[in-house]
């Protein structure tokens, strides 16, 4: 039987502001390089490094993101250099995400800047895979019940937290995007973040799951089907497993649904995973059962293993 759950009242108010910032439009793509300006001066490039010295040292992350806007305005080899040397040592991740995004803009060190993002890349790939691994959504849990308490303020922040790391990623892709990044013959793995509660991230990585035609993301690719079977539900039975307990079920299901941003119906993600899917397959598949008899076909096993 299929399993649907409605947030009580504890996710309520924390989901609407979540959703709040889901609704936010994403970090679109920076200039292409027929719309740069004219290369800056000796003297202009010295000025605006000498004026971003001293705005980026604020306490203030509003104001260091600031200062790396306007900096960014100025594309310059040495300017690329002073904004991947703040990257490997800002720790906001709001900050982060608008020096990936001016990074995205700085055409004349394409080469030097897409080496970066692409480590950077695989770093946050890395840690949200261990994350997925130990199931944790950094939420406190009510000790009686086991439930994630998002409502908290240790909740909120966790709610945020999740949030910006998100537009950090997303900015991440957006900027290799704009610098015309193609991915050699094994493009890194982003199936990690298909399970971020974050919509916009989950789409575009979609996109490229379905440009790169990653035949390895299928089996993820299903579960996600499995967790979103339509453009308006979600169901729990996708974490039901055979022969388990009610401990481990239970906590199965908060590694999956524990995330309030993920209790809910989903459009834009189901969407955009109907278009992977058909992307990369050729093929279009009306239910979740559907794509997992195509899986398990010899053909394509072979093809999810890389053997074709």
């Given at each position: 039987m299929v399993a649907m759950h409605t947030p009580d009242r504890r996710f309520v108010l924390a989901t609407l502001l979540f959703c709040f910032g889901l609704s936010l439009a994403p970090l679109g793509h920076v200039a292409r390089a027929d719309d740069q300006p004219a290369a800056p001066s000796a003297e202009e490039v010295r000025a605006a490094l000498g004026a971003f010295g001293k705005a980026v040292r604020s306490k203030k992350p509003d104001e260091r993101a600031a200062a790396v806007r306007k900096l960014g305005t100025v594309r310059h080899e040495s300017v690329a250099a002073r904004l991947l040397k703040l990257a490997k040592r800002e720790s906001d991740a709001a900050v982060l995400a608008v020096t990936f995004e001016t990074l995205g803009e700085q055409k004349a060190s394409a080469k030097k800047v897409v080496s970066s993002l692409t480590k950077r890349l695989k770093a946050e790939l890395d840690a949200e895979a261990k994350r997925i691994k130990r199931g944790r959504n950094n939420f406190r849990l009510n000790p009686r019940t086991g439930e994630a308490d998002p409502s908290s303020k240790e909740g909120l922040a966790a709610l945020a937290a999740t949030e910006q790391r998100a537009v950090m990623v997303l900015a991440i892709l957006n900027a290799l995007d704009a610098l015309g990044w193609m991915p050699g013959k094994k493009p890194p793995d982003l199936t990690p973040f298909l399970q971020d509660p974050h919509d916009d991230l989950a789409v575009v990585v979609l996109q490229r799951l379905g440009a790169w035609k990653a035949w390895h993301a299928l089996p993820q690719m299903h579960f996600l089907y499995r967790m979103y079977p339509?453009?308006?539900?979600?169901?729990?039975?996708?974490?039901?497993?055979?022969?388990?307990?009610?401990?481990s079920?239970?906590?199965?299901?908060?590694?999956?649904?524990?995330?309030?941003?993920?209790?809910?119906?989903?459009?834009?993600?189901?969407?955009?995973?109907?278009?992977?899917?058909?992307?990369?397959?050729?093929?279009?598949?009306?239910?979740?059962?559907?794509?997992?008899?195509?899986?398990?076909?010899?053909?394509?096993?072979?093809?999810?293993?890389?053997?074709?």
């Open positions: 339509s453009a308006e539900l979600w169901e729990t039975g996708a974490v039901n497993q055979a022969g388990g307990t009610p401990a079920a239970k906590a199965a299901w908060m590694k999956l649904f524990g995330h309030p941003g993920k209790q809910r119906g989903r459009p834009k993600v189901h969407a955009a995973l109907m278009a992977a899917l058909k992307a990369i397959t050729g093929e279009d598949f009306a239910s979740p059962d559907a794509l997992g008899k195509y899986i398990r076909r010899k053909d394509v096993k072979a093809r999810i293993k890389g053997k074709r």
